[in-house]
C-alpha cells in the first residue's frame, strides 16, 4: 500500500511540475516586435519539447513502486499482466504524446477582430527533420523487426498473445499519435508578427521535437520486445537470438542520438535605427582578436580535454563505488583550471598589448570602471545560482539521510541477504547450507563516497567563486574594445558558473544512483523475501528514485554541453538574443 500511495503522490508532484512549466512558458505578447515575438515562440516550443521528453523518460520511474503491488516488471521471467503493461508502456505512451498534443493545440493564436493568414502549403515531407527522422525510423524497422520475430516463434512457455496485447496497442498508438501531431504543426496557424521564414523554421523545430520523442518511445518498445525474447527460450544464433542480443547496445546508442538539438530559429534582423552607425564600430584590435580566439580555443577544447581525463580516472575506477563520482569531479578541475589558465592569458595580454594605447586602463580601474549596466550584462542568470545551490542542498541532504538510517537499513539487508542465501542454497539438489564466508551486503553508507560528495559540492563554489573574481577584476581593454571586453567578461563567467551547476547537478544523480544500484531489495524483480522496516517504506522510495537518477545525469549533461548561454558573436543578424548585445550596443 505504501508504495501505490508514494507512486500517486510522485505521480501529482510530476504533473504538478508539468501543470507549472505549461503555464509560466514564455508567450509572444501584442504589441512586441518581430525579434522578440520570436524569441519568444522558440522558447514555448522548447519547453513543450522538454516537458514531452521528460515525461517519457520519468514517468515509468515514478511508478516502479507500484509494479511491486501488481506482479512485478513487464516480461521479467515471463511475467505479464495487464496493469504492469500499462504501467510500464502505457502511461509513459500517452501522457508525453498528450503533451505535445496540448502543446500543439495551445500554440499562440491571432488576435483581434481582422485575421490574416497566407496561402502556403505545408506538406509533412518539407516538415520533417531529416537526422531525427532517420533516428525514428531506425527504431521503427527494428519495433517490426522484433515483431515479426514474436509473431513467427512456435509457442512456449510465454504466450504470445500476452505479447501483442501489452505491447502492440502502444506501438500503433505512437506511430498514429505521432502522424496526427505532425499534421498538428502543419496546419497551425502562422505565429502573429513572425516573418514567413521564422515560421517555417518554427515549424521544423517543433517538428524535430516530435520526432525526438517518437524515437523516445520506440526506443522504450524496442527495450520491453527485447526484454520479451529473452524470457523466451531458444538459440541465440537464430535472428530472433540476435536482435535479443543487440536491443541493449542500441538503446543507450539511440539514447545518445536524442542529444541533437532542434535546428535553429534564425531570428529576423534588429531594426537599423537600433544599431549603431557602422561608422561609429572600430575595427577589432589585435588584443580583441586574440583574445576572442583564446576563448574560442577553450569553448571547443576545454570539455574535450576534461572529458578525456574524467574517462581515464573512471576506467581506473569503474568497479568503486566513488569512480564515477571521482571521474566528474576531475573533469570539472581540470575545466576550471583551463578557464584560469585562459584568463591568465588574457590578463597578459592585455597589459602587454595595452599598455600606452588609448583608453588603456592597466591595473587599476577595472571593476569598479564598469557602470551597473554592465555589470548587469556580465552577471550570469540566477537559475544557474539557484541550480548548483540546490543540487548541492540535495547531495549533502543525501548524504546526511544515508548516514543516519545506515545502521538499521545495514541490519535489515544483512537479514535479508542471509534468508536470500538459504532460498537459493536450500533449492539445490542436494540442499546444503550458505558457507560462512558468504558475501555480505554493502553497506547503505559509504563514508569514502558521503567525503567525497560533500567535498566537491563545497568546493565548487569556491572554485567559481574565485575564478568569476579573476575575471570580473582583470585589467580592462582599450575602451574601443570595451564592446569585446564585456563579452569576454560575460561568457567567463557563464562558463563556471555553468561547470558548478552541471557537475552538481551530477552529483546528485550519481548520489541517488550510488544507493539505488547496491540495494537488492529496491527493485521490482528478484527474490520474494519479505521486507522488514525500515525497508517497507524506503524500497519503494528507491524504487522512484532510482530511475530518476539517469534523468539526473541526463539533465547535467544538457547543462555541460548544450549552447545554452552568451555567443562570441551576438552580433552577427539572426544569430542570437538581443539581450546578449552589450548596453552600448542597444538602444
Known amino acids: 500500500m505504501a508504495a501505490v500511495v508514494l507512486s500517486t503522490l510522485g505521480s501529482l508532484l510530476f504533473w504538478a511540475v508539468v501543470l507549472t512549466l505549461m503555464v509560466l512558458s514564455v508567450r509572444p505578447k501584442p504589441g512586441t516586435d518581430a525579434r522578440t515575438v520570436t524569441e519568444a515562440a522558440q522558447k514555448y516550443a522548447r519547453r513543450i519539447g522538454i516537458v514531452a521528453l521528460a515525461t517519457a523518460l520519468w514517468l515509468p520511474g515514478v511508478l516502479q513502486p507500484a509494479l511491486a503491488e501488481v506482479g512485478g516488471e513487464l516480461w521479467w521471467n515471463g511475467h505479464f499482466s495487464w496493469a504492469s503493461a500499462l504501467l510500464q508502456l502505457g502511461t509513459p505512451t500517452v501522457f508525453a504524446l498528450a503533451v505535445l498534443a496540448v502543446g500543439e493545440l495551445t500554440w499562440p493564436r491571432p488576435h483581434g ?38 509473431v513467427s516463434l512456435a509457442p512456449a512457455g510465454t504466450r504470445i498473445q500476452d505479447f501483442m496485447a501489452g505491447w502492440l496497442p502502444w506501438f500503433l498508438l505512437t506511430a498514429g499519435a505521432t502522424a496526427g501531431i505532425l499534421k498538428l504543426v502543419s496546419v497551425r496557424p502562422m505565429v502573429p508578427g513572425t516573418s514567413q521564414a521564422a515560421d517555417a523554421a518554427l515549424r521544423r523545430a517543433s517538428a524535430h521535437r516530435v520526432m525526438r520523442v517518437a524515437a523516445a518511445l520506440l526506443i522504450a518498445l524496442s527495450s520491453s520486445a527485447g526484454r520479451f525474447l529473452s524470457a523466451y527460450p531458444g538459440d541465440p544464433n537464430t535472428p530472433g ?37 557602422s561608422a561609429e564600430a572600430p575595427p577589432q584590435s589585435p588584443l580583441a582578436v586574440k583574445s576572442l580566439a583564446t576563448s574560442l580555443r577553450l569553448t571547443l577544447a576545454g ?18 563505488r566513488t569512480g564515477a563520482l571521482l571521474a566528474v569531479a576531475a573533469a570539472a578541475l581540470v575545466f576550471l583550471l583551463l578557464c584560469f589558465l585562459a584568463e591568465s592569458s588574457i590578463s597578459r595580454r592585455t597589459v602587454r598589448l595595452g599598455a600606452g594605447a588609448d583608453g588603456a586602463v592597466g591595473t587599476a580601474g577595472t571593476a569598479g570602471a564598469l557602470d551597473p549596466d554592465d555589470l548587469a550584462f556580465i552577471r550570469p542568470p540566477r537559475w544557474l545560482a539557484w541550480t548548483g545551490t540546490a543540487a548541492a542542498a540535495a547531495v549533502l541532504l543525501i548524504q546526511l539521510g544515508s548516514a543516519l538510517l545506515g545502521p538499521s537499513v545495514d541490519a535489515a539487508a544483512r537479514a535479508f541477504n542471509a534468508d536470500a542465501a538459504a532460498q537459493a542454497y536450500g533449492a539445490r539438489t542436494p540442499p546444503s547450507t550458505p558457507p560462512a564466508d558468504f558475501p555480505a551486503p554493502d553497506p547503505f553508507f559509504d563514508w569514502r563516497f558521503s567525503l567525497a560528495a560533500a567535498i566537491l559540492v563545497l568546493l565548487l563554489p569556491v572554485l567559481t567563486d574565485f575564478l568569476s573574481r579573476r575575471a570580473a577584476e582583470r585589467p580592462a581593454f582599450p575602451a574601443h574594445d570595451h564592446a569585446v571586453d564585456l563579452r569576454l567578461r560575460r561568457i567567463s563567467l557563464f562558463r563556471a558558473a555553468r561547470t558548478t551547476a552541471a557537475v552538481s547537478v551530477a552529483a546528485v544523480g550519481i548520489s541517488i544512483f550510488n544507493i539505488y544500484a547496491h540495494r537488492p531489495w529496491a527493485s521490482t524483480f528478484g527474490s520474494d523475501a519479505g521486507l522488514e522496516p525500515p525497508l517497507t517504506w524506503l524500497g519503494p522510495l528507491l524504487q522512484q528514485l532510482g530511475p530518476g537518477a539517469w534523468l539526473w545525469l541526463l539533465a547535467a549533461l544538457v547543462i555541460a554541453l548544450r549552447q545554452f548561454g552568451p555567443s562570441h558573436f551576438p552580433d552577427l543578424p539572426g544569430y542570437a538574443d538581443r539581450a546578449e548585445l552589450p548596453p552600448a550596443q542597444r538602444t
Request: hydrophobic fraction near 55%; include cysteine.
Open 113 to 150: 477582430t481582422v485575421r490574416t493568414a497566407v496561402l502556403q502549403h505545408r506538406g509533412l515531407r518539407t516538415l520533417l527533420p531529416r537526422y531525427m527522422s532517420c533516428v525514428a525510423l531506425a527504431f521503427l524497422v527494428l519495433d517490426l523487426l522484433l515483431l515479426g520475430t514474436v
Open 241 to 277: 537470438g540476435v536482435l535479443e542480443t543487440i536491443t541493449l547496445p542500441v538503446l543507450f546508442l539511440g539514447t545518445l542520438a536524442l542529444l541533437k538539438r532542434a535546428p535553429r530559429v534564425p531570428l529576423p534582423a534588429v531594426p537599423e535605427d537600433d544599431l549603431l552607425e
Open 303 to 320: 570539455p574535450i580535454t576534461a572529458g578525456a581525463v574524467g574517462t581515464a580516472i573512471f576506467a581506473l575506477n569503474w568497479q568503486d
